[in-house]
């Protein structure tokens, strides 16, 4: 599955998210993400592409 370059940035800080989605080896299938992070997204990119591992540390 290739990505569309949005979905390969996070939707927090805009830097590569380093986001394999759809492979079975990515980090984003083991993280659970807090909701008070996931609502630092913008509306207009919600469920677009993941949060970056810095962004999601940082917010914890």
């Known amino acids: 599955m290739n990505l569309k370059e949005s ?3 996070c939707p927090i800080c805009g830097k590569d998210n380093n986001c394999q989605h759809g492979q079975d080896n990515c ?3 083991s993280v ?3 909701k008070h992070v996931l ?3 913008p509306e207009d990119k919600k ?5 970056c ?3 999601i540390e940082k917010y914890q």
Not at 47 to 51: D, E, L, N, S
């Open 7 to 9: 979905e390969k940035i």
């Open 27 to 29: 980090w984003c299938n």
């Open 32 to 34: 659970k993400v807090p």
């Open 39 to 41: 609502d630092l997204v």
């Open 47 to 51: 469920g677009k592409a993941c949060i």
């Open 53 to 55: 591992k810095t962004c």
